[in-house]
């Protein structure tokens, strides 16, 4: 049917045309949709930057209200304080009091104009001429908000809020309070959606008074072409910068008291324009749509016009090698002859192979029964034997002689077990040695392990399918791993359980990996010189596999790594 399409003469076609005309009357739309998908594009990045805002207000949420509170209480303590300013002792005794009840405070002064704490709740003058925290306070009075490394009178880190304070218009000095900023970093908010990479708080000079990284780390996040001054007095805005180190990073600016404070929260440039860019991809559902809907004009058009009763026979073939169903009516009169005949014959030829087939399924059908009935049997036997080991081993007269017969039989019911599974599957030639495993390792663990032992036993399976010719040396080889680990087995250290770990993996799509550890008492446990030893080498070998034994930190371990054949296989069974 795409001969046509692909010819020398497509662009003399029906097709062509058809596609012509339509890609002439979609342009007026996909113009459209080009203007659409832009406006939403620019909508989906405001809404990327308003929530951006959002949640830097929440991850400041601690410090805001801790600053706005501190600046409060300032306001409060000079509208208080002027009764007592005269008295220094009457106002060391106020403050002290205050600071009692408003522990989150380290400090709480009064600072004259000239550098000279007034009064305190250290009960102490401090000169303050000289601080770089004094020094670097603006000409004109104003509230101020900074951070001083070491305290001169708490000796610890602290944030100093700094409330203008006037008698009579004039202006007298500061109310001073310092808040630990240890205090601060333990204060947690409500929890937010989504956390910014990183979170700083400056102050009217730009100066970074608190961040979530720490200085230097928060130094190097900062925008590289934008200083933190330049952002004072601005409303809330974001912003895309480099950042020291040349990382492409967005910046949310929020005040926290304009003209005081302001906390940017930075993120990392990808993260914060996923949605946006998500939003951008599904814009571009409408165009995709368009051309879509055009393309099933143009099915619809050469359907109707050329390669409807083509596509009907191509379907009846498709439904008959799917399912082997024949088509329920004929072709109409409608329908060009030659086409009459191929499905004629089409019908003729499903039937003789449908006939054949039922024929091929009878004796596959046959076959499959008697060799389930075959792997029944075997599995049955060998559940008999081991019961016959049973009577033998309570008749033996050493333990020596009944360690070999269990041992013997541990054998025997892996190999049931391998047939168990084989009658029990689909493919009678394939088996899911995850599933072999963790039934043989469980059937010995029940021996094994008296109940409250209290070893801790971890077991992971892959799915691994495999031949069965495989399968039974590996379930002996299992079981012989199990048995010795079962043996050697103590606990590695005083006071600790004992541990044993089995697993089978997938390492690669041809190979897979068994492995099996576990904690000893310090002894090294098997030597390789038993005949669990040899035999599991042997069904190494036949695994064509390498064993690979090791002992470290009271742990042995043996690791088995075995290619496993691949055979795509169809199996019906009736």
């Not at 492995?515 to 190494?540: D, K, P």
Request: glycine share 6%.
């Amino acid at each position: 049917m795409t001969g046509g399409f692909l010819s020398e003469n497509f662009f003399r076609g029906l097709a062509f045309r058809i596609l012509l005309f339509l890609t002439l009357a979609l342009l007026p739309f996909g113009l459209i949709a080009i203007v659409q998908t832009q406006e939403i594009a620019r909508q989906a990045e405001r809404s990327a930057e308003l929530s951006l805002l959002g949640l830097t207000e929440q991850s400041s949420g601690p410090e805001r209200t801790t600053i706005q509170q501190a600046f409060g209480t300032a306001e409060a303590l000079a509208s208080v304080i002027r009764v007592a300013i005269d008295d220094p002792d009457t106002c060391n005794r106020f403050l002290q009091r205050y600071q009692q009840v408003a522990p989150q405070f380290s400090l709480v002064g009064l600072l004259a104009a000239d550098g000279v704490m007034m009064c305190s709740s250290s009960g102490a003058g401090y000169d303050f001429r000289g601080d770089p925290v004094f020094e670097a306070l603006p000409d004109a009075p104003a509230r101020t908000i900074t951070r001083h490394e070491t305290g001169p009178l708490s000796g610890e880190p602290v944030i100093v809020l700094l409330e203008p304070f006037y008698t009579n218009d004039r202006f007298v000095g500061y109310i001073t309070l310092s808040v630990p900023r240890s205090r601060i970093a333990r204060a947690v908010g409500p929890p937010v959606p989504l956390s910014p990479f990183d979170l700083v708080i400056f102050n009217a000079s730009g100066e970074v008074f608190l961040s979530d990284q720490g200085a230097k780390s928060s130094a190097l996040n900062l925008p590289r072409n934008r200083s933190l001054a330049a952002l004072v007095g601005e409303k809330p805005t974001v912003f895309s910068d480099v950042n020291q180190n040349g990382t492409k990073s967005v910046y949310a600016v929020v005040p926290i008291i304009p003209g005081v404070a302001y906390s940017m929260s930075i993120w990392q440039r990808d993260d914060v324009l996923q949605s946006a860019n998500q939003t951008g991809r599904l814009s571009l559902f409408l165009p995709v749509l368009m051309w879509l809907s055009s393309l099933v004009v143009a099915f619809w058009s050469l359907n109707r016009l050329a390669v409807r009763h083509i596509s009907k026979l191509g379907r009846q073939m498709r439904l008959f090698a799917f399912n082997r169903a024949l088509p329920r009516k004929t072709m109409g009169d409608n329908v060009p002859l030659e086409l009459q005949e191929i499905q004629s014959t089409f019908v003729t030829m499903a039937e003789s192979i449908i006939r054949d087939e039922a024929a091929l399924e009878d004796n596959i059908r046959d076959k499959n029964i008697l060799l389930k009935e075959v792997h029944h049997r075997v599995k049955n036997n060998l559940q008999l034997i081991s019961s016959i080991m049973n009577l033998q081993i309570r008749r033996a007269q050493s333990e020596d002689a009944r360690n070999v017969l269990r041992r013997l039989q541990d054998r025997i019911l892996s190999l049931a077990t391998v047939h168990k599974n084989l009658y029990q599957s689909d493919a009678l030639d394939r088996a899911d040695a995850g599933q072999l495993l963790r039934e043989i390792v469980s059937q010995l663990l029940v021996v094994g392990l008296p109940a409250g032992s209290g070893v801790e036993v971890t077991q992971e399976f892959d799915t691994v399918h495999m031949d069965a010719d495989d399968a039974a040396p590996l379930t002996l080889l299992v079981s012989e791993a199990v048995t010795n680990a079962l043996k050697y087995i103590g606990s590695p250290e005083a006071g600790e359980r004992a541990r044993l770990a089995v697993s089978l993996k997938h390492t690669d799509s041809d190979t897979a990996l068994f492995r099996i550890a576990n904690s000893t008492s310090g002894a090294h446990g098997s030597e390789g010189t038993g005949l669990g030893s040899q035999l599991i080498n042997a069904f190494a070998r036949q695994l064509n596999g390498h064993v690979e034994v090791s002992f470290e930190d009271n742990t042995h371990v043996l690791e088995l790594s075995f290619p496993v054949r691949h055979r795509e296989l169809v199996v019906r069974d009736y």
